[in-house]
């Protein structure tokens, strides 16, 4: 067992196996993550017994990981470069998450899961790895072509908003208020992006006056993100949020590419035990802290169930993608390098996965961990096969009916305008004021009965007119401004010309 080795020799031996791993897999054409995962389950209580999930070794190693990982991400993940890809990108990106979502929570819901369960496995297909697309583009030298460059300004998009689910569910288990958590959450993230970002410019301002090297202000920049991240737990927050809305305050700074350069090897480093900690949690009850071993009969049920939702995705996105992207100006090829390129499933997976897990019941808990390890595992193995038939599914793809004329050639893609960038910021404000009002409907729904006043409907029915007298404003207001982004990635034009 792990307790009879010293700290350093547990690291060096996992560190040892994992890097021999994924060099096998990485030698068989997947990627390395898939190493890190089977060696933390091999490693694990349920075949060797090496490492134990609840060792606090393990789980300091994982939470930094999980840590670095969303730092990173925030820094990487500028709203600049989602500007860069034009205004086509939010309308694709838009409707292939909402295809995404809605098939993941059928297929689990038609399944016999519970709501919870469903939602979070229309996450997860939401989800697609950053890293491994980023790398796949960098590696095909891919980075100035126009369908890659939007492949990856939806991956910022999908992160951005998978950060943000995720911290509600991850918090709201600390809560007993679902407004309280939302608004916690929002004020939280304006404070600590703004704060962040004006303490830091300062700082670099003083870095640049007294000569000092990246490497301290990439201390500086790890430390400011651990202090938001610690204010975030004191707040009964996810510390996860503090880690990104720091991370992404810092991406603004002109020091910010080379912060990212320097803690590449960090998030590298504990990345992989993020990984290990995962595979060894697989079919492992902290609760009860052993193993449950799952029937023959439930192990092909989640392999049928996990290639399913894997299939189901890969289908939504050549689907939708094709069906509205002559809306967009963009050809039946470039649909389809889209689609496959937003094939490979990879860390949010995970991150969604271990978030979720203790707000489940026992079973469901496991089914759910073991679910987020298959669709990688099967959309990693799908993806390159898929890209190295782009033709094929190109052809195949041309039999689908779209909602406008097929563009032969591609066009350059309409960038974004002070107006345009008007309309992103008109949807993005109502959409908030729309979830905030949500929120308070479902509040108002629980506190009715103790208000103690007379109402002369049903209590669901009470609420949702409320909620549909103050929302009809916001949302239409949202839906205009979505129209109008439209009508600009359609015609190139603007909507006051």
Request: aromatic share 12%.
């Amino acid at each position: 067992m792990v307790e009879s080795f010293l700290p350093l020799t547990t690291v060096g031996i996992v560190l040892g196996f994992s890097l021999i791993l994924s060099l096998v897999f990485k030698r068989i054409g997947q990627n390395p993550v898939l190493g890190f995962i089977v060696s933390g389950f091999l490693l694990g209580p349920f075949i060797l017994g090496f490492i134990n999930p609840k060792d606090i070794l393990v789980e300091s190693f994982a939470e930094l990981g999980l840590f670095v990982l969303l730092f990173y991400l925030g820094i990487e993940l500028s709203f600049r470069d989602f500007i860069k890809a034009g205004v086509p990108t939010l309308g694709l990106a838009l409707v292939d998450m909402t295809a995404l979502a809605l098939s993941g929570f059928i297929i689990a819901y038609l399944a016999g899961f519970s709501l919870l369960f469903s939602i979070a496995i229309a996450l997860m297909l939401l989800s697609t790895s950053s890293a491994i697309v980023g790398k796949f583009i960098i590696d095909k030298g891919l980075s100035k072509n126009p369908p890659a460059q939007m492949s990856l300004a939806i991956l910022i998009l999908q992160d951005f908003i998978g950060i943000l689910m995720l911290v509600f569910v991850s918090s709201y288990s600390k809560s007993d208020s679902a407004i309280g958590l939302g608004l916690t959450a929002l004020v939280f993230a304006v404070v600590s992006f703004y704060a962040v970002h004006k303490i830091s410019g300062q700082v670099e301002k003083f870095f640049e006056s007294h000569h000092l090297s990246t490497t301290e202000m990439t201390l500086y920049a790890l430390g400011i993100g651990l202090i938001v991240a610690t204010l975030g737990g004191f707040l009964n927050l996810s510390s996860a949020m503090g880690a990104y809305f720091a991370g992404f305050a810092l991406s603004e700074l002109k020091a910010g590419e080379k912060i990212k350069e320097q803690i590449s090897f960090l998030r590298d480093f504990f990345l992989l035990f993020f990984f290990v900690a995962f595979g060894a949690s697989l079919f492992f009850d902290k609760g009860l802290n052993s193993i449950i071993v799952p029937e023959a009969g439930d192990i092909a049920f989640l392999l049928i169930f996990s290639f399913v939702l894997s299939v189901a995705s890969i289908i939504a996105h050549a689907f939708i993608l094709t069906i509205v992207g002559p809306l967009f100006s963009i050809t039946n090829r470039a649909s389809s390098e889209i689609a496959i390129l937003l094939t490979p499933l990879g860390e949010f997976v995970i991150i969604i996965s271990i978030s979720i897990l203790p707000l489940l019941a026992a079973v469901e808990a496991s089914m759910l961990s073991a679910t987020a390890f298959l669709i990688i595992l099967f959309t990693l193995f799908m993806f390159q096969p898929l890209y190295n038939r782009i033709q094929l599914h190109d052809r195949l793809t041309s039999f689908i009916p779209t909602l406008a004329p097929r563009i032969t050639n591609q066009t350059v893609l309409t960038k974004h305008t002070p107006e345009s960038l008007k309309h992103i910021h008109d949807l993005g404000i109502n959409l908030i004021l729309v979830l905030c009002l949500i929120l308070v409907t479902v509040q108002l729904y629980s506190a009715i009965p103790d208000l103690g006043i007379p109402i002369p409907y049903g209590r669901a029915f009470t609420a949702f007119l409320l909620f549909i007298f103050f929302a009809a404003a916001p949302f239409m207001k949202a839906a205009r401004s979505f129209r109008k982004l439209w009508h600009i990635s359609a015609t190139g034009t603007s909507t006051t010309a």
